[in-house]
Structure formats: C-alpha cells, structure tokens
C-alpha cells in the first residue's frame, strides 16, 4: 500500500511539472493566445481524365494551404473516402456490428468484388518540391514534415493519385438504383480541418463532413455524351453545351480523343461534388435575385415531378435568404444521383423517383447554410447541421404549401406560435431509453435510430423550443445574427448560443447544459388547483429533470384568455410577450424547486381551463399532465 501511495504522487508530481512546462512555453502543448476564430485557407487545382469503361480515374492535384493557425504544423492529413468501400474497412465492420445496420450497407462493402470496391491510391506527394514521407490507415493519408509549416506560411502539396469509384452503396459511387453513372461525392484526397481543437482526422465509418474553406479550379475529362452538374461555376460552357450555354450561343465542342474537358470553379467552399450521367437532361431557372438553378435528371423519370420542383425551389431560396441569411453564391443545382438524400456546397444530389422531390430538395438545400456556409463540425455538433436544417425545412415547407395554395400566413393564436419542429421524434427517443447526450460524436452513437432521432429530431426540437424561450420574434432575429456573426468560421454550440442571447439579452447556457450534454427531459404538470373565494389557486409541478420558464393559459368559460407566466431566475430576464392577450408576470421559477404556486384573480367558477404551453414548442415528454380542465378528474372540489 506504501508503494502505490508514493507511486501515485510521484506520478502526479511528474504531471504537474509537465503541465507547468507547457503553459511557460517549454512543451508541445504551448501555443500563442489568440483572441478571434481563426480559419485555414486552402486552393485545389485539379485534374482527372475519367474511363468510364474501368470505372477508373487518374489525378493530379496541387493544393496550396496557408497555415493560419498560431501553431507550426509538423504533420497534415488528408480523407481518402473510396477507401472505406472495402471488405474490412471501418465502415465495414461497423456496418456489420451494429445492431440495426444502414440498410443501403449492411454486408454490402463486405461481399463487393475488386472491380467494385473503392480505393484512393496515391502515387507521389511534394511539399515544395520535395517528396515527404506518408502512410495511408484506412481512410486517412498521414503525412509527416520535415520541415513544419510556420504561422502564417503558405505551402504547396503536388499530388498524383488514381481512383476506382465503387458501385453506389453510401453517397459516392457508380450505377445507383436509378441507373445513374455516376454520384462522384468524397472522390478526392481531400485535407483533414485543423481548428482551434487541433487536427479532425476521422477516419469514414458512416457520417458527416468537416473540411476547409477554399477554391476549387477543377478540370474534368469524360466521355463527349456524358452530362455533368454540381458544385462550381461552369467556365467552358460554350465548348460544352448540355444546355449550359445561354439561349442564341453558339456550342463548339472541343473534343479531343472522344472526351471533353469540364472546366469548374468554385469559391469559398469546403468540398466539390459532381454527377455525371450520358442520359441526364438539364434545366435551368433564374429566380428574379438573378440565382441560377440547375435541375439535373435522366430522361423521361418522373418528369412531371422534375417540373414541379423547378417553381418550388424558386420559393424556397426566396424564404430562406430572407429567414436564415442571404445565400452569398450565384448557383445551386438539383441533381438525381445517390443513394437518398445528400448535401454538398452549392448542390444537391437526390434520388429522382419518389413521389415528390420538393420535401428532400428544401431539407437538402438548407444544409447549404448549415453544413456549407456556417460550416460547423458535423462529426462532432452533427444536431447543428441535421437538426437545424430540419427545422428550417418544417419552416419552409409551410411557406411552400401556403404560397402554392394561395393561402395567407395565418394569425398568430396561443395555440399555433412558432412550431414543434422534430418534437415527436425526439419524445419518443427520450421514452425509449435509447437516447445518448447530443454531444455525442456522430459515428460514436451505440445505435444508428438514436442519432437519427438525435441529431435530425433532438436537433430540431433545439431550436423550435428556444423559440419557447426567448420568444418568436427573437429567435427570427437571433437565426440571421447567428448567420452573420458566424458563416464561414465553424460555429460550435456556445457559439451559436451566444448569437442567441445577444439578441434576446437572456442568460442561456443552462439550455445546452441540459439539452445538449445531459438526457435529462422536461416534465412540467399542472398538480392542483384549488378555488378560494374570489381568486383560485394554481400549484405546477416540475417532474423531469431539465427546468424550463413556463408559458401557463387559462381559458375563462367566456372565452377569454390570459398567459401567466414564470422565467426561470437563471434566464436574468424575460422573454416578450409574444401574442396581444394579457400577460401576467410572476416572480421567477429558481431551478432548485420542484414546485410553483400562482395565484389567479377570478373565481375558480369562471375557469374552463389551465394549460402549461398550449403552442406545443417546449419539448415535454409526457403532456398529459400539462392541463386542467373543469371536467377533469383535477378538478377540486
């Protein structure tokens, strides 16, 4: 026992001491203090010549990066996502133990053949010239320096590398179930994000993207009779055609060896998709903001629908940039190819069949804001990205529906304030003791349905309840402070918090403590009420774990209504009223007590009802108990 006593504060004595080293500027550990988000930057030029026949492409790559960081830098990283469509492959395994499997994977990347399993093989790297040593493990490429990239420097990196797209199983690869060639998603070795928190070298198991912001120049050689959409500008439109060219020009295609050369640029994202398919037709729309939208799809599939969402999507960037921020590029294309739904900068591919293509373009197309221009780490905040672009599209969609069906925006009433977006999923989730804490890692979640319902419902449910509590109007303004304050510098979840409470003058961290790294619900009751001459007692009751400021309506049998309501004393203030009904403030609600007691100035005799948060926007698992009602068994007699 004397040994391992002495043993431990030696231990910890050696700690200390390496702990102090650092912080004086001696170890690995010290970096300089800097007080503002600072990004990476980055340039690709590339280009690949496509045989369609091997389903194999061979690359070369210059890549210039400036290291704005405060650190040197004595190792980067790059994904190798084809990597990860081989038998043994993380994503594999994962694929294969999991208790409730991807059903687009399953054994899929298991049983695929040579000719149809993935791979990135790089065949020379340079730093400046000079060859460097690398190992690729799994889908990371680790590359080490000899010589450390300083603050503030800017390198080059010249690579050659082929690829075998595999056959379409998660988002990348040939001949989906639509018969599209080719969803060319992850396709190049792409350099891993170093942030504030260090390098973000995950290797492909299953989600979510983290990248650099930078500018694309990219050259695409295929087949003449292939078409080509997605991210970037079209630079050759007029040794293309394919419908690229503007009515009245005239198309002279440059084609040498059967092939033409796509020549694409894109500024200031942080990934570059393309589809390509020798049946795809194209269309294209200028929304009155001078927006070009492109539609991409085979021939003669669902045309009707194709049509249809063209109007639609018109609708959607109108709402959006005027909701959510502007939308800074010129282009976004719709495009069918992959394996569902998915996002990439200034682009979309989904599959093309289903009945309607407006519910997954809205949803897809918000993660432009969410995942492309706020950029923050999917892999880490994935509720972020998911849960937020499905609020936006619950948002959106009612716009769509009202405006198409020439309907008016409705009054606003108690009962329909703001909406309980990913509300229902999120309940059930919570109920079914599957649920993880939102600070999960994306691919770390013990089942695929719990980060679903997480990340798209727990998500959601994140920002239509913070509607609760700051109030309607105020999380309208805090979505576009959120969006300037922080596009293109990958928010994380203070940040977009804070955005809030600049806007709302609120105290807010309690919300992501709970809400975020905590599975504690929210269970509110109405426990007693009791009249007393003239005036009628109220007693609520907090039963779940997470605290809340309480919206409380009565209803008088002669149909009037009053809203009294109860901030929580951390919140240091209130939200506003959000309807014009009387309003009545009570003192605040300190967290620590299980139960409040109000008084109401009416007889209990002219009481139809009493109900905590008719709108429906706090996420209470059990609403049951959320109402008194005259001829309910909580009536006192």
Not at 3 to 11: A, D
Not at 116 to 128: H, R, T, V
Not at 225 to 242: A, R
Not at 616 to 628: I, P, S
């Amino acid at each position: 026992m004397t040994k391992k006593i002495g043993s431990y504060f030696l231990s910890m004595a050696l700690l200390m001491f390496s702990l102090q080293a650092c912080s004086q500027g001696n170890g690995p550990a010290a970096t300089k203090p800097d007080n503002e988000r600072w990004q990476q930057a980055i340039e690709y030029k590339m280009e690949i010549d496509m045989d369609v026949k091997t389903n194999r492409f061979q690359g070369v790559q210059n890549v210039k990066y400036t290291n704005n960081s405060p650190d040197a830098l004595d190792q980067v990283f790059y994904h190798l996502y084809f990597n990860a469509f081989q038998p043994g492959s993380m994503m594999d395994v994962r694929s294969r133990t999991i208790a409730d499997p991807d059903r687009r994977v399953r054994d899929r990347i298991f049983n695929l053949k040579e000719d149809e399993i993935g791979y990135q093989k790089i065949k020379s790297l340079k730093l400046n010239g000079k060859p460097v040593k690398y190992e690729v493990v799994g889908t990371v490429l680790e590359v080490q320096l000899d010589q450390p990239i300083a603050p503030g420097s800017t390198v080059d990196f010249d690579m050659e590398f082929e690829a075998q797209v595999p056959v379409q199983i998660r988002r990348t690869g040939r001949d989906n179930a639509e018969g599209v060639r080719y969803s060319m998603a992850q396709w190049f070795p792409k350099m891993a994000e170093y942030d504030y928190q260090g390098w973000h070298a995950d290797e492909y198991i299953g989600r979510e993207f983290y990248g650099v912001w930078g500018n694309f120049d990219v050259k695409i050689k295929i087949d003449k009779d292939y078409l080509i959409g997605g991210t970037g500008y079209l630079q050759n439109p007029l040794e293309i055609g394919h419908g690229y060219e503007n009515e009245g020009e005239t198309v002279n295609q440059k084609v040498e060896n059967g092939k033409l050369t796509w020549h694409f640029v894109a500024p200031n994202v942080h990934d570059f998709m393309w589809a390509a398919d020798p049946d795809y037709t194209h269309k294209k729309l200028t929304t009155k903001d001078g927006l070009e939208l492109h539609f991409i799809h085979k021939k003669g599939q669902n045309e009707e629908n194709w049509n249809k969402v063209m109007p639609q999507t018109e609708m959607l960037f109108e709402y959006a940039s005027k909701h959510f921020g502007k939308y800074p590029y010129k282009q976004f294309s719709v495009i069918q190819g992959g394996d569902g739904g998915m996002e990439y900068p200034m682009s979309t591919l989904i599959t093309g069949s289903r009945g309607s293509l407006i519910g997954v373009t809205v949803h897809e197309a918000m993660h432009d804001w969410y995942h492309g221009i706020l950029g923050s780490n999917e892999a880490l905040h994935p509720w972020m990205d998911e849960g937020f672009a499905s609020y936006a599209s619950t948002r959106i969609m009612d716009y769509i529906n009202r405006k198409t069906k020439g309907e008016s925006e409705p009054e606003v009433t108690l009962e329909n304030l703001g909406n309980n977006s990913g509300q229902r999923s999120y309940v059930g989730l919570s109920k079914s003791g599957r649920e993880e804490p939102l600070s999960t890692h994306s691919d770390h979640y013990n089942l695929n349905g719990a980060y679903s319902s997480s990340a798209y419902g727990k998500g959601a449910a994140w920002m239509s309840q913070l509607g609760y509590v700051i109030g309607e109007k105020n999380l309208d303004k805090g979505l576009l402070t959120y969006f300037e304050d922080w596009k293109f510098k990958h928010p994380n979840p203070n940040d977009v918090l804070r955005s809030f409470e600049k806007v709302s003058g609120l105290e807010l961290d309690w919300y992501n403590e709970y809400f975020v790294y905590t599975t504690k619900s929210i269970d509110y009751g109405v426990k007693e009420v009791k009249g007393e001459g003239n005036k009628t007692n109220v007693t609520l009751e907090r039963v779940g774990m997470m605290p809340m400021p309480m919206d409380v309506v009565v209803t008088y049998k002669d149909g009037t209504k009053e809203v009294h309501y109860m901030a929580l004393r951390m919140m240091r203030g209130e939200k506003p009223a959000e309807t014009q009904d009387k309003r009545i403030v009570h003192p605040d609600w300190a967290w620590v007590s299980p139960t409040y007691d109000f008084t109401i100035d009416r007889p209990m005799a002219d009481i139809a009802s009493i109900e905590i948060d008719p709108s429906g926007r706090m996420a209470d698992v059990e609403r049951g108990n959320n109402k008194w009602e005259v001829n309910s068994l909580k009536t006192n007699k």
